[in-house]
């Protein structure tokens, strides 16, 4: 029996289906996801495999997650979506899109791109394998011992929402942290040389990161050749996190168009 991904639906209207980055979870698109309702939309908060309350796997890669997208979208009997996705999320829309065109409408990919990345998250997966959750009571504990590997205050506690009760005095992830920590090569990889996906799609990407510059879009256009680029102010990577509104007013203004 296939399994279906796990998620959250608001609104009704036209489908918009939402993916989360790497670590992360639907729950990160709440507030954003209220707000696409409320403008006309059936939003979909879409937890990724080996992520949130989606199902676990020993298999990862984006040819998966992209048919875990196109199971999703069958389940739910959806055809022609709008899709938004951020990081890891971003790199799975772009596979689907270019695996299933006919089911993509147009997409936003919030900072990333079709290129290779090398892997970069060994800090963070190293100080999540180091909390003993056997002997951690309590959130503040976890954000101390964290703190030893990841100074930024905002990054602990976006990979501490993912802590939750399992049973009464055991804490666990929410992401399959075992398999994830054995693929990452696989978050950074490019997708395939030749694929191609002739929608619209807009690139959104933060000023203050380094996933996307400016000038790389004529590059991108050889796999989206109707690609445009905008750029959220006082925005890192986390941009639909850090300028809300602005992502909000930009990705609205692609989504009417």
Not at 17 to 31: A, E, P, R, V
Not at 99 to 125: C, E, N, R, W
Not at 182 to 211: C, Q, W
């Amino acid at each position: 029996m296939t399994e279906i991904l796990h998620s959250k639906i608001l609104g009704t209207g036209t489908p918009l289906l939402i993916l989360h980055g790497f670590l992360g979870m639907s729950d990160n698109w709440k507030t954003l996801g209220n707000q696409y309702a409320e403008e006309g939309f059936e939003v979909h908060l879409i937890d990724q495999r080996n992520h949130g309350k989606s199902f676990w796997s020993d298999d990862f890669d984006y040819d998966l997650l992209s048919e875990d997208l196109k199971n999703y979208l069958e389940a739910h009997q959806l055809e022609n979506a709008i899709i938004i996705g951020h990081s890891m999320g971003g790199k799975t829309a772009m596979q689907f899109a270019c695996s299933y065109p006919t089911l993509v409408k147009k997409m936003i990919i919030a900072d990333i791109g079709p290129k290779f990345y090398p892997p970069h998250h060994q800090t963070i997966i190293d100080g999540l394998n180091a909390l003993n959750l056997n002997e951690i009571k309590s959130r503040n504990e976890a954000d101390s011992e964290l703190g030893k590997y990841i100074t930024d205050f905002g990054t602990r506690q976006f990979l501490l929402k993912n802590l939750y009760w399992v049973e009464k005095g055991q804490l666990g992830f929410r992401f399959n942290l075992k398999v994830l920590s054995k693929k990452m090569n696989e978050i950074g990889e490019n997708i395939g040389a030749t694929d191609f996906y002739n929608g619209p799609v807009l690139f959104l990407r933060g000023d203050r990161s380094e996933y996307i510059m400016p000038n790389e879009i004529s590059e991108f256009r050889k796999h989206f050749p109707a690609a445009e680029m905008e750029t959220i102010d006082n925005a890192g990577h986390w941009l639909h996190a850090e300028n809300p509104k602005q992502f909000f007013e930009k990705s609205m203004v692609f989504l009417k168009s």
